[in-house]
């Protein structure tokens, strides 16, 4: 009896969670899992500003320059 009374008490749990993001609502397990994604997605992206750390401001100025480059290389009117 003690191993149903604990499903039963899971099965309240997994009711109560409610996620509301923007349009996006979920209740149950579906909350879970997203809840559980988002906190993989933003350890894993932690772990790549980690690592790409010390490059970060190198690539930022490189796609700066990049940037400016396009933008003075494009035509500033359509018909001459």
């Not at 996620?19 to 559980?36: E, F, Q």
């Not at 790549?48 to 009117?77: F, I, N, W, Y």
Request: charged share 20%; hydrophobic share 50%; net charge positive.
């Amino acid at each position: 009896m003690k191993i149903g009374s604990a499903l039963k008490g899971l099965a309240k749990l997994q009711r109560s969670f409610d996620l509301r993001v923007g349009p996006i609502r979920a209740s149950g397990i579906p909350a879970i899992l997203l809840g559980t994604a988002a906190v993989v997605l933003a350890a894993g992206a932690a772990r790549a500003l980690v690592r790409a750390g010390e490059a970060l401001p190198e690539t930022l100025r490189e796609a700066k320059g990049l940037a400016q480059s396009l933008r003075d290389a494009r035509p500033t009117h359509l018909n001459p």
